[in-house]
């Protein structure tokens, strides 16, 4: 089975400022997708951003962008500019072939973001 | 257009009973999946369903089952409930089954057995 490991269970950062948020995982495919979810209190589970093994490029939606070490095996989340609404738990997941693409979770890291 | 919808948001059960959860896909969505979230063991899979049928399954005892209807609604049912069932339980719809279609996730249900 995928492990994917966040090595930081709590990150705090201020208000404007940019924090880089930890993934690695395990894997033996070649082909897999990789993903970042933030779970703020109200429970749900949203896709902040997403990035395709095979892709090279690092994927980017607005504030969010990921550094995709494929050969390290890391997949870090950058926010840029963070807001008070960026408060949440960040969980890293993984999809391939061999679980027959279920997502394999990471244990989260919560950030808090403070004025 | 309307996310994934799960009811109820709450359910208190005590050991022993049996417990329905209800999940509705966003529309065009053919795929479900079911989650548990509890603060031990994290977030685990346990099965999903495209259509109608099972296409994949955790690794959880026979005692957790669901199904999928027709319009893609699906249900998970946990009979015999046990303490350590108590957790949150998310469903997410996905167009398809395969990796390159992401999951979105409902509210949850928070389950707690007594």
């Known amino acids: 089975a995928q492990t994917v490991t966040q090595s930081q269970p709590e990150m705090s950062v201020q208000e404007a400022e940019t924090v880089t948020l930890s993934c690695t995982y395990d894997?033996?495919?070649?082909?897999?997708?990789l993903f970042w979810y933030k779970q703020p209190p109200s429970r749900q589970m949203i896709l902040v951003i997403r990035?395709?093994?095979?892709?090279?490029q690092n994927a980017t939606e607005n504030r969010f962008s990921v550094n995709f070490q494929k050969a390290a095996k890391s997949f870090s989340l950058k926010i840029s500019d963070s807001q008070l609404g960026d408060t949440a738990m960040y969980f890293c997941?993984?999809?391939?072939?061999?679980?027959?693409?279920?997502?394999?979770f990471g244990k989260g890291t919560s950030l808090l973001v403070t004025p | 257009k309307a996310g994934v919808t799960q009811t109820p948001r709450y359910l208190i059960k005590t050991r022993g009973q049996q417990v329905t959860l209800s999940c509705s896909p966003i529309?065009?969505?053919?795929?479900v999946s079911w989650y548990q979230q509890t603060p031990g063991q994290g977030l685990q899979f346990l099965f999903e369903?495209?259509?109608?049928?099972?296409?994949n399954k955790g690794n959880f005892p026979g005692r957790f089952s669901g199904r999928q209807f027709s319009n893609s609604r699906s249900e998970m049912n946990v009979s015999t409930l046990e303490l350590g069932d108590s957790a949150l339980y998310l469903c997410?719809?996905?167009?398809?089954?395969?990796?390159?279609?992401?999951?979105?996730f409902g509210n949850g249900t928070r389950l707690t057995v007594t």
């Open positions: 529309s065009g969505h053919r795929s």
């Open positions: 997410a719809s996905s167009l398809t089954p395969g990796g390159e279609s992401p999951l979105h």
């Open positions: 997941a993984t999809r391939n072939s061999n679980s027959g693409y279920a997502l394999n």
């Open positions: 990035q395709e093994a095979y892709k090279q």
């Open positions: 894997t033996s495919e070649n082909n897999y997708y």
């Open positions: 369903y495209f259509s109608e049928t099972q296409r």
